[in-house]
């Protein structure tokens, strides 16, 4: 069975960095495409970034314009991070980390929180 377990959540206040991690474990086969998603209260989940085993990326427009959110990966770790910087407390949210497994489907992490004060 495939997990995928993230961590580096925490609360940081506006202006402040996190480095966020989701290690894929179990019987893989071949990790596509992983990514990040957020869902704050009372709102929809949303795509914050992709990223494929190729190293090609995609941002959300609104973190993208502010150039403060990569993403990057481990393939040989089946690792993908969200390096966060100058956060503001519009970015507080749970943020989720996502996988698409060959022959194995999408997988989704637990869920991690990141909160900003202001």
């Known amino acids: 069975q495939v997990q995928l377990v993230e961590s580096g959540g925490g609360l940081v206040q506006a202006g402040g960095s996190l480095r966020l991690s989701c290690a894929a474990s179990?019987?893989?086969?071949?990790?596509?495409?992983m990514g990040w998603y957020r869902q704050a209260p009372g709102k929809d989940r949303e795509l914050v970034a992709t990223?494929?085993?190729?190293?090609?990326?995609?941002?959300l427009n609104s973190v993208k314009e502010r150039f403060t959110i990569t993403i990057s990966r481990d393939n040989a770790k089946n690792t993908v991070y969200l390096q966060m910087n100058s956060l503001k407390p519009e970015d507080t949210a749970v943020y989720y980390c996502?996988?698409?497994?060959?022959?194995?489907?999408?997988?989704w992490g637990q869920g991690t929180q990141v909160t900003v004060s202001s």
């Open positions: 179990g019987s893989i086969f071949l990790v596509s495409a």
């Open positions: 996502n996988a698409d497994l060959i022959r194995q489907g999408v997988k």
């Open positions: 990223i494929t085993s190729g190293g090609s990326t995609t941002y």
